[in-house]
C-alpha cells in the first residue's frame, strides 16, 4: 500500500566512518583563530585543575604540619585567584565554541541547499521531499553537539587525561598502575559496543527520515485525507512509523547507556586500589600522606576526562549518521549537466528540431521512440492525446530536464546539450499543470519571473494578461498576502498569477501545461485570453485542453503510442477524421 511506502528506508551504503568525522572538523578549519584561543582557554583551566592538588599537598606537608598560618594564607589566595580566572575562562570557551559551531552549521546548511538546488528532477522523483527536508534540517542540528564538543571536550580532556597520566606516574608508579587496572578492558569495550551502535544509529537516523516524510506528506494532502475521511488510517500509519522510530531508538541507545557503568566501574576499582595500596604505602613510609590524598585528587582528574571522552565519543556515534546522510547528498552529482566547453545560448529565436529522440525514464520502457519534427520561429503547437501519453515528456525534454537516450534536439540549430543549463532554461518559460505559487504578497510572486523588476513592470504584465482586475479586487491589491501554494486564491486566478509572472520573464519558448478546468466562468475567460497573450510573438507549446487553445494553434501533434501521430491544423486533422477527429468528437462535441 502506497503510504507504507514510508516506512521503507532510504538504502544508504556503510561510509567509512573515520573519513566522515575528518570531512566533517575541515568545517572548522576556517575557525582556526577562534580554536586557538579556546585551545589556550582550556590550557588554563587545565593547569588550575591540575595545579589544586598541589596547592593542597604543599599545604598538608609543608604549612598545616608545621603550623605556619602565613604561608597557608598566602597559597590559600593564589588558589583562589587561579579558580576565579579558571572559571571566567569555562564560560568564555562556551561562549565561543558555540558561535564557531552554529556558524559551521550554517555553512554546512547552506552547501546543501544549494547543492540540492542543481541536483536533476531524477533525484526528486526518486524520494520525498520530507525526506530531503530531513537531511536539511534534522541531520544538520544533530551535528551540533558533535562540532561543539569535539574542540570543548575532545582537545583539553585528551590533554588533561595525558597531563594527568604523567603526574600520576611521576608521584608514584605502583599507585598509578593501580589506578588504571581495568582501563584496557574499558578501551576493549567501547570499540566492541561502537561497531554495534554506529549501525544502529544509522536505521534511527532513516527511521526518523521516514516520519519526517509521512507528516510533510499527509499534511501537505490533508485536503485529500480528510476528503477521504482518512483521518485514522492515516493515524494508524503514523503509530506504526511513530513505533518503529521509538524502536530503532531504544536499539541504540541501548547500547550507549553501557557506556557509562563501564567507565563508572573502571574508575571505581582504580579508586579502591590506590586506596589499598596507598595506605599500606603510607604505613611502610614509602609515600607522605600528601602524596596519597594528591593522588586521590589525580584520580578523580583522570578518570572525569575519561568520562568526558567517552561522552563525546557516545554522541560522535549517535549523530555521524547525520554527517554520513549530508555528505551523501554534497556527494550526488546532477545527472544533467553542461558538458566541460559549454557555451552560453545565444538569444533564442525559437526554431525547435528534435531529430530521432527516443526517451525512456527507466531504462526498460520507452516513452518516445524515434520522435522528429521542425517548428519554426513563432509557431504555437498544442499537444494533445491520452494520459500518460508523453506529452509532459516532450515539452520537459526541451528544457533539458532530462537527458535524451538517442537522437539530438536543437534550438536553433544550436544542439542543447552544448549550451549551458542556466542560458537555455533562462529564455525558457515553463509553466505546469499545478501553479505553484511561494508564501508572500502577489507582487512577490509575479516578480519572481524577474526579480529587479520595477512594480509598474509588475502591474503592466499582469495588465497584459488580464490578472489586474482581479488582483485588484483582493483585499490589498498586488500587496495581498498569499499563503503557502496559494490557496487562498481560485485554480484561475492563481493560474493568472502565473501567467503575469511568465510574460514578465519575457521567455523566448514558452511551455504550457494547460490546467484542465474548462468551466466557463468570467475567471476562464480571463484565462484564455491571458494565453492569448502569453503566445503572442513566441514559439510554444501547449499542453492543451481547452478547445479555444487547441483551435488556435498553428499545428496540433496528436500524441500517443511513444510518438506523434498525427499534425497538423484543427482543420485538416479533423478532414483526416483519425485519432484527432475521434478525440474531437468524444471530448468537446457535447459543449461546442
Ligand atoms: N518521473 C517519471 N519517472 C518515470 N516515469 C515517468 C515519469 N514521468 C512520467 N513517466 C511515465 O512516462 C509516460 C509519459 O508521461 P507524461 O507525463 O509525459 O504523460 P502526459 O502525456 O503528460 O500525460 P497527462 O496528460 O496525464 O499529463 C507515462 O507512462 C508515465 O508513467
Ligand atoms: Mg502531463
Same mark, same amino acid.
Given at each position: ?46 593547569? +588550575? ?10 599545604? $598538608?606537608?609543608?604549612? $598545616? ?27 568564555? @570557551? ?5 558561535? #564557531?559551531?552554529?556558524? +559551521? ?30 537531511? +536539511? ?13 569535539? +574542540? ?17 606516574? *611521576?608521584? /608514584? ?44 506528506? /499527509? ?43 563501564? #567507565? ?22 614509602? %609515600? ?34 547525520? =554527517?554520513? @546522510? ?16 559549454? &557555451?552560453?545560448?545565444?538569444?533564442? &529565436? ?120 482581479? *488582483? ?8 495581498? &498576502? ?28 514558452? %511551455?504550457?501545461?494547460? =490546467? ?14 491571458? %494565453? ?19 483551435? &488556435? ?21 479533423? /478532414?483526416?477524421?483519425? %485519432? ?13
Amino acid at each position: 500500500m502506497a503510504v507504507n511506502n514510508f516506512r521503507e528506508d532510504e538504502q544508504q551504503e556503510n561510509v567509512l566512518k573515520k573519513v566522515t568525522i575528518l570531512r566533517l572538523f575541515s568545517y572548522m578549519k576556517k575557525y582556526k583563530k577562534e580554536i586557538s584561543i579556546v585551545i589556550f582557554i582550556m590550557g588554563v583551566i587545565i593547569a +588550575v585543575n591540575v595545579l589544586n592538588p598541589i596547592f593542597i599537598k604543599i599545604a $598538608i606537608d609543608k604549612y $598545616i604540619k608545621k603550623g605556619n598560618s602565613e604561608g597557608l594564607y598566602i597559597i590559600g589566595i593564589i588558589a583562589l585567584a587561579l579558580n576565579l580566572l579558571g572559571r571566567y575562562c569555562i564560560k568564555k @570557551r562556551i561562549l565561543i565554541m558555540s558561535r #564557531v559551531s552554529n556558524k +559551521v552549521l550554517m555553512e554546512i546548511r547552506q552547501e546543501l541547499y544549494e547543492h540540492l538546488q542543481k541536483l536533476s528532477f531524477n533525484f526528486f522523483d526518486n524520494r520525498p521531499v520530507g525526506k530531503v527536508l530531513a537531511r +536539511v534540517i534534522g541531520d544538520v542540528n544533530s551535528l551540533k553537539v558533535v562540532l561543539t564538543n569535539s +574542540v570543548i571536550s575532545l582537545i583539553p580532556d585528551f590533554t588533561t587525561v595525558i597531563v594527568v597520566l604523567i603526574i600520576m606516574f *611521576i608521584l /608514584n608508579v605502583k599507585l598509578a598502575l593501580g589506578a588504571l587496572a581495568l582501563l584496557p578492558l574499558l578501551v576493549f569495550g567501547m570499540y566492541f559496543i561502537q561497531v554495534r551502535a554506529h549501525k544502529r544509529w544509522q536505521v534511527f537516523r532513516k527511521k526518523n527520515s521516514n516520519m519526517n516524510a509521512f507528516t510533510h506528506e /499527509n499534511f501537505s494532502g490533508v485536503k485529500v485525507v480528510q476528503s477521504f475521511t482518512a483521518e485514522d488510517y492515516t493515524s494508524n500509519t503514523f503509530s506504526e512509523i511513530l513505533n518503529d522510530h521509538r524502536k530503532a531508538f531504544i536499539n541504540a541507545v541501548k547500547l550507549n547507556d553501557m557506556f557509562w557503568p563501564m #567507565v563508572e566501574v573502571s574508575w571505581g576499582v582504580g579508586t579502591i586500589m590506590v586506596f589499598y595500596l596507598g595506605v599500606r604505602m603510607s604505613e611502610a613510609n614509602e %609515600i607522605t600522606v600528601g602524596t596519597l590524598i594528591a593522588f586521590t585528587s589525580y584520580i578523580a582528574m583522570f578518570w572525569h576526562p575519561i568520562m568526558n571522552l567517552s561522552n563525546f565519543y557516545n554522541q560522535l556515534i549517535t549523530n555521524i549518521a547525520g =554527517a554520513e @546522510r549530508i555528505f551523501e547528498i554534497l556527494d550526488t552529482q546532477p545527472d544533467i549537466k553542461d558538458i566541460n566547453e559549454a &557555451k552560453v545560448m545565444p538569444e533564442i &529565436k525559437g526554431e525547435v528540431e528534435f531529430n530521432n529522440v527516443t526517451f525512456s525514464y527507466d531504462k526498460n520502457v520507452k516513452v518516445l521512440e524515434n520522435v522528429s519534427f521542425d517548428i519554426k520561429q513563432g509557431e504555437t503547437i498544442a499537444l494533445v492525446g491520452p494520459t500518460g501519453a508523453g506529452k509532459t515528456t516532450i515539452v520537459n525534454l526541451i528544457s533539458r530536464f532530462y537527458d535524451i537516450d538517442g537522437g539530438s534536439i536543437k534550438i536553433d540549430n544550436i544542439d542543447i546539450k552544448d549550451v549551458t543549463i542556466e542560458s537555455l532554461r533562462q529564455q525558457m518559460g515553463i509553466m505546469t499543470q499545478d501553479t505553484f505559487l511561494f508564501t508572500g504578497t502577489v507582487k512577490d510572486n509575479i516578480r519572481y519571473g524577474k526579480l529587479d523588476a520595477t512594480d509598474e513592470e509588475v502591474i503592466e504584465a499582469a495588465k497584459s494578461v488580464h490578472a489586474h482586475e482581479f *488582483i485588484m479586487k483582493l483585499d490589498n491589491g498586488y500587496d495581498t &498576502k498569499v499563503n503557502e501554494r496559494g490557496t487562498k486564491l481560485s485554480v484561475g486566478q492563481r493560474q493568472l498569477i502565473a501567467f503575469a509572472r511568465t510574460l514578465l520573464s519575457k521567455p523566448k519558448i514558452l %511551455i504550457l501545461d494547460e =490546467a484542465t478546468s474548462s468551466i466557463d466562468t468570467h475567471t476562464e475567460r480571463l484565462v484564455q485570453q491571458g %494565453i492569448v497573450e502569453l503566445l503572442k510573438g513566441r514559439t510554444s507549446f501547449v499542453i492543451a485542453h481547452r478547445l479555444s487553445t487547441i483551435q &488556435k494553434a498553428d499545428r496540433i501533434f496528436v500524441v500517443d503510442n511513444s510518438n506523434i501521430l498525427e499534425s497538423g491544423s484543427h482543420e485538416e486533422l479533423m /478532414n483526416l477524421e483519425g %485519432i484527432y477527429h475521434n478525440l474531437y468528437m468524444a471530448q468537446f462535441e457535447a459543449i461546442s
